[in-house]
């Protein structure tokens, strides 16, 4: 199946269905993701991400008659806390699946499977119990096992590359009712030497990002949260070639966390986009996670 899309935006549209799947080059945090937690306690995780993306923009602009995106994404992940001299540590794994659909005029391709895993860890260099304020940096490593297909013309689930994917993040505790979450992301990429099915090699410049969350502590058992995220950088190059598609792309998000017992908490997330230079305008998003501490 080949779809009419026009030469000018191609490179665009290729890097938006690269990245546009969870945790495809971003590792998205959400309000909490920093708290450390005792040693020997277990987290799983289990989330639901669905998007309809109707706007693709190029240079700051939009482009008419474009493409559509829908996805829906689902994530399982496991985190194990553990303490290792006098700090606390939490390695973990994380494994997207899920469906993604381009849609163009009465054409579609469509791709579904296991996303790229991610293994990796938190380090909280500083805990402090009684501020509740801290710093962690985490490292994680995209492997590339994931459903990959290079005839479906850049829409797929895998990556077929490794990425590794830094953060360094600081929480400060405001006061009884309100803290601030500040984490700063660098990603570096290998190469996709079977991008498109042309066999070229697509290579992309480092990526940076900025994420943060204002908490409410409604009670113990209830939060509510404002984040804001930005990304920069990530230009791509195909055979050579630049591809002058880099991010400097931004979304805002609210967040109701609340534990229906001790050990068991439902998340509901609503966002949309606020600029995109490069890539898929977010109309909405509507993310879920259910979390289980044992």
Same mark, same amino acid.
């Given at each position: 199946? =080949?779809?009419?899309?026009?030469?000018?935006?191609?490179?665009?549209?290729?890097?938006?269905?690269? =990245?546009?799947?969870?945790?495809?080059?971003?590792?998205? =945090? *959400?309000?909490?993701? !920093?708290?450390?937690?005792?040693?020997?306690?277990?987290?799983?995780?289990?989330?639901?991400?669905?998007?309809?993306?109707?706007?693709? !923009?190029?240079?700051?602009?939009?482009?008419?008659?474009?493409? =559509?995106?829908?996805?829906?994404?689902?994530?399982?992940?496991?985190?194990?806390?553990?303490?290792?001299? *006098?700090?606390?540590? *939490?390695?973990?794994?994380?494994?997207?699946?899920?469906?993604?659909?381009?849609?163009?005029?009465?054409?579609?391709?469509?791709?579904?499977?296991?996303? *790229?895993?991610?293994?990796?860890?938190?380090?909280?260099?500083?805990?402090?119990?009684? @501020?509740?304020?801290?710093?962690?940096?985490?490292?994680?490593?995209?492997?590339?096992?994931?459903?990959?297909?290079?005839?479906?013309?850049?829409?797929?689930?895998?990556?077929?590359?490794?990425?590794?994917?830094?953060?360094?993040? !600081?929480?400060?505790?405001?006061?009884?009712?309100?803290?601030?979450? +500040?984490?700063?992301?660098?990603?570096?990429?290998?190469?996709?030497?079977?991008?498109?099915?042309?066999?070229?090699?697509?290579?992309?410049?480092?990526?940076?990002?900025?994420? @943060?969350?204002?908490?409410?502590?409604?009670?113990?058992?209830?939060?509510?949260? +404002?984040?804001?995220?930005?990304?920069?950088?990530?230009?791509?190059?195909?055979?050579?070639?630049?591809?002058?598609?880099?991010?400097?792309?931004?979304?805002?998000?609210?967040?109701?966390?609340?534990?229906?017992?001790?050990?068991?908490?439902?998340?509901?997330? !609503?966002?949309?986009?606020?600029?995109?230079?490069?890539?898929?305008?977010?109309?909405?998003?509507?993310?879920?996670?259910?979390?289980?501490?044992?």
């Amino acid at each position: 199946m =080949t779809l009419n899309i026009k030469q000018s935006y191609l490179p665009a549209l290729a890097l938006s269905l690269c =990245t546009s799947t969870v945790f495809a080059a971003q590792v998205t =945090t *959400d309000p909490g993701d !920093y708290r450390p937690l005792p040693a020997g306690l277990n987290v799983a995780a289990l989330y639901y991400q669905t998007t309809d993306l109707d706007e693709l !923009y190029v240079d700051g602009d939009r482009i008419e008659g474009a493409p =559509t995106l829908s996805t829906n994404i689902g994530i399982a992940r496991w985190i194990h806390y553990l303490k290792i001299g *006098d700090f606390i540590v *939490d390695p973990q794994v994380v494994i997207p699946f899920g469906r993604v659909e381009l849609n163009a005029g009465d054409a579609s391709l469509s791709a579904s499977g296991v996303g *790229d895993p991610l293994v990796g860890a938190t380090i909280w260099l500083y805990n402090n119990a009684e @501020t509740k304020n801290s710093f962690g940096v985490t490292g994680f490593l995209s492997i590339p096992l994931g459903n990959y297909d290079k005839e479906q013309g850049g829409i797929n689930i895998g990556e077929n590359r490794y990425k590794f994917i830094t953060q360094a993040a !600081y929480i400060h505790q405001i006061s009884n009712d309100f803290s601030l979450e +500040l984490i700063g992301e660098y990603t570096f990429f290998g190469e996709n030497d079977e991008f498109g099915n042309s066999n070229t090699t697509r290579k992309q410049d480092a990526q940076y990002g900025i994420q @943060t969350h204002l908490n409410y502590h409604m009670t113990e058992a209830t939060n509510l949260s +404002l984040s804001y995220y930005h990304d920069f950088g990530a230009e791509s190059e195909i055979e050579g070639v630049k591809q002058d598609d880099e991010l400097d792309n931004s979304r805002f998000q609210i967040t109701a966390q609340h534990f229906l017992k001790p050990d068991l908490q439902v998340q509901l997330q !609503y966002g949309q986009s606020v600029s995109i230079e490069n890539g898929f305008y977010e109309n909405s998003f509507i993310n879920l996670r259910l979390v289980k501490v044992f």
